[in-house]
């Protein structure tokens, strides 16, 4: 059975100011199984984020329905851990107390959380680093103690907006490496928000490939390729070009048909 179910999912939003309406998502379907690595790639404002938002409970379908577990979402819960692009760390706590922040709010002795935390930082790669605070780290750093937050929870499933978006080049295919590594360990579930083809094609086991305006599915890929990926190979550039071709927009192919006639 699925672990999250999409089913003819549309969302619309007020637009107020003009007087109309916003259709995000048009007739979104989608299924995800247990231990998948789904990416949600598509340009800005495709409504990405708005299906991570209600996968993780924080809005809510016009019409359709959004389940996890078989359950039809309606509020945030912990089965669903969320890791934004900004990590939204406690500035005035150490990183071990971070990452147990959750435990803390149900009442988990400290001795409990700061045991229980451990598991995570070593998971994510941050031992020795239990007592520094975030304004001591590195911006990846900090998106690490972000995801150990999350994994703490043992969640089913693991929902991520961009995580990498404001880090640098090779410190974000440095965190790709770390986080399939985790999520190998850690045997979750994961739905990954990227507009970055190479991020997509490098992560997922699968690559929703989304329009704009409205939001809708083109093609939800299998990708077939070894790990680690190597964004040089061949295969890789198989699968790059196949969705180029897709997010290119149809007025665009139908100009470069135009051009090519005229050259012929
Ligand atoms: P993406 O994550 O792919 O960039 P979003 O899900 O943020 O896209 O947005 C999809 C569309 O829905 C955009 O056109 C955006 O302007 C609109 N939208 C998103 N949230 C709201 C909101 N709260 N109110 C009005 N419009 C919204």
């Known amino acids: 059975m699925a672990v999250i179910s999409i089913d003819r999912v549309s969302r619309l939003f007020d ?14 379907s989608i299924e995800v199984a247990r231990n998948d690595f789904l990416c949600l790639l598509g340009p800005s404002g495709c409504g990405k984020s708005t299906l991570l938002n209600m996968i993780a409970g924080f809005d809510h379908p016009s019409k359709g329905v959004v389940s996890v577990g078989g359950r039809a979402i309606a509020k945030p819960g912990a089965d669903r851990g969320v890791v934004f692009q900004q990590a939204n760390l406690m500035p005035w706590l ?21 045991e229980r935390a ?4 070593e998971m994510v790669g941050l031992r020795g680093f239990e007592n520094h605070f975030p304004s001591e780290l590195s911006g990846g750093m900090n998106q690490r103690v972000g995801i150990a937050r999350a994994l703490l929870m043992n969640p089913a499933v693991i929902l991520m907006d961009e995580p990498f978006g404001a880090l640098d080049e090779q410190t974000k295919m440095d965190m790709h490496g770390e986080l399939v ?5 850690s045997g979750s579930t994961i739905v990954f928000v990227t507009h970055g083809i190479d991020e997509a094609l490098s992560l997922g086991t699968h690559v929703a490939v989304m329009s704009a305006r409205p939001g809708r599915i083109r093609e939800l890929m299998a990708i077939d390729l070894d790990r680690p990926r190597d964004p040089t190979s061949r295969q890789f550039n198989d699968y790059k070009r196949h969705v180029l071709h897709l997010l290119r927009p149809e007025d665009a192919k139908e100009r470069m048909g135009a051009v090519k006639l005229k050259a012929a």
Not at 20 to 28: C, G, K, M, R, T
Not at 104 to 110: R, Y
């Open 181 to 185: 590594r985790i999520w190998r360990e």
């Open 15 to 28: 637009d107020a100011q003009r007087g109309n309406s916003v259709i995000a998502l048009d007739e979104v």
């Open 94 to 114: 150490p990183v071990w107390e971070n990452v147990a922040f959750h435990l803390q709010m149900t009442g988990v002795k400290k001795a409990e959380r700061r």
């Open 118 to 121: 451990q598991r995570f930082i």
